[in-house]
């Protein structure tokens, strides 16, 4: 079974200062997608970034990038110029990108790391 | 981008009454929906997977008996908490996935509250 890994229950950052969340997973699958969602006090998830684990080149979206390292199963975060808006719970996702053999289309059910709660310090 | 609504957003009911949720899908059709639960400062928790026409799959744990999960058409799932009891008051959030894609879209979720 697959389980993701989040270590750092609380991280701080200074406003504007780079910070990065750590994620490391268990798989026996070699395709897989790894995500990062956040979730602000409203506490609706929302998805930071995407990474295919077919990739090679690790994603970026704006101000967040990821640091995926397929061999190691670690997959981080970083955040840049944090903003204030920025402070959220982080949860590292894993999900598997097999298809369910007797079925049409895939659970695509998503395992989640414990996650890590960001303070951003004006 | 693709919404996913649920309601109601708070909910208080008394213990031993049940209390039905509902999750769906705005502006896509949904084959499959998630249903987890969640307490403060942790993470999700999945419930159960339930795919439109079909029974739903429960996670280990979870009572099937007492989280009644219904998946009728490709926009709606509802999820029932029978006989509440206080310590089924939790944040549950429901996701969806879109037909053929690999991202999940997340409910706003709603507060459950049993005196």
């Known amino acids: 079974a697959q389980t993701v890994t989040q270590s750092q229950p609380e991280m701080s950052v200074q406003e504007a200062e780079t910070v990065t969340l750590s994620c490391t997973y268990d798989t026996s699958e070699s395709d897989y997608y790894l995500f990062w969602y956040k979730q602000p006090p409203s506490r609706q998830m929302i998805l930071v970034i995407r990474q295919e684990a077919y990739k090679q080149q690790n994603a970026t979206e704006n101000r967040f990038s990821v640091n995926f390292q397929k061999a190691a199963k670690s997959f981080s975060l970083k955040i840049s110029d944090s903003q204030l808006g920025d402070a959220a719970m982080y949860f590292c996702a894993y999900r598997s990108s097999k298809r369910r053999v007797y079925g049409s289309s895939n659970t695509g059910k998503l395992i989640f790391g414990q996650g890590t709660t960001l303070q951003v310090k004006p | 981008g693709a919404v996913v609504s649920q309601h109601p957003s708070r909910v208080i ?88 894609g690999y991202e999940q879209y997340f409910g706003p979720g709603t507060r459950l509250t049993v005196t």
């Not at chain 2, 705005?26 to 795919?51: E, V």
């Not at chain 2, 429960?58 to 799932?77: P, R, W």
């Not at chain 2, 206080?86 to 969806?96: G, N, Q, R, T």
């Open chain 2, 13 to 100: 009911c008394k213990s031993g009454t049940s209390v039905k949720i509902e999750c769906r899908s705005l502006d896509f059709q949904a084959t499959t929906m998630f249903w987890y639960r969640q307490f403060p400062k942790q993470s999700l928790m999945l419930m159960a997977t339930s795919n439109e026409g079909s029974k739903a799959t429960y996670e280990q744990g979870v009572e099937k008996d007492k989280f009644l999960i219904n998946h009728a058409s490709l926009t709606l799932s509802t999820l029932t908490v029978t006989s509440a009891h206080p310590e089924d008051s939790s944040f549950y959030i429901c996701s969806a996935n879109g037909q053929g």
